[in-house]
């Protein structure tokens, strides 16, 4: 196996914003990893996830039983190593061309 990159994210409590589904209610964060190759593509693709990061494009906010709480949005992670596509994580030829088509 190649060595890989790990983007980590770390989301706190905070107040949900106009385009959340309850507008200024208080949400619980968490922390979440994804994995990219370390690799020409990998880096690529690791910039474009920085900028749909910080354009609020990569986590959104869900009701789970009465709670506020972020989870991954519409963009594709893997977060895992292994477990292939099923499991969100690699081996999974497809994903860096998935990824790209969704940024």
């Known amino acids: 196996r190649g ?3 790990q983007p980590l994210f770390k989301t706190s409590y ?3 914003k106009v385009q959340d589904p309850h507008p200024g209610r208080s949400y619980k964060g968490g922390y979440f990893c994804g994995f990219l190759p370390d690799n020409k593509e990998g ?3 690791a910039m474009l996830l920085k900028k ?3 354009r609020g494009l990569t986590f ?4 789970c039983n009465g709670e506020e709480r ?4 519409l963009i594709p992670h893997k977060t895992s190593l ?3 596509k099923a499991r969100n994580g690699y081996p999974d030829a497809q994903y860096l061309r998935e990824v790209r088509t969704v940024l």
């Open 3 to 5: 060595t890989a990159l």
């Open 43 to 45: 880096q690529k693709t």
């Open 82 to 84: 292994g477990g292939g």
């Open 52 to 54: 749909a990061f910080e």
């Open 14 to 16: 905070s107040c949900s």
């Open 70 to 73: 972020v989870t991954w949005g």
């Open 60 to 63: 959104q906010i869900k009701s």
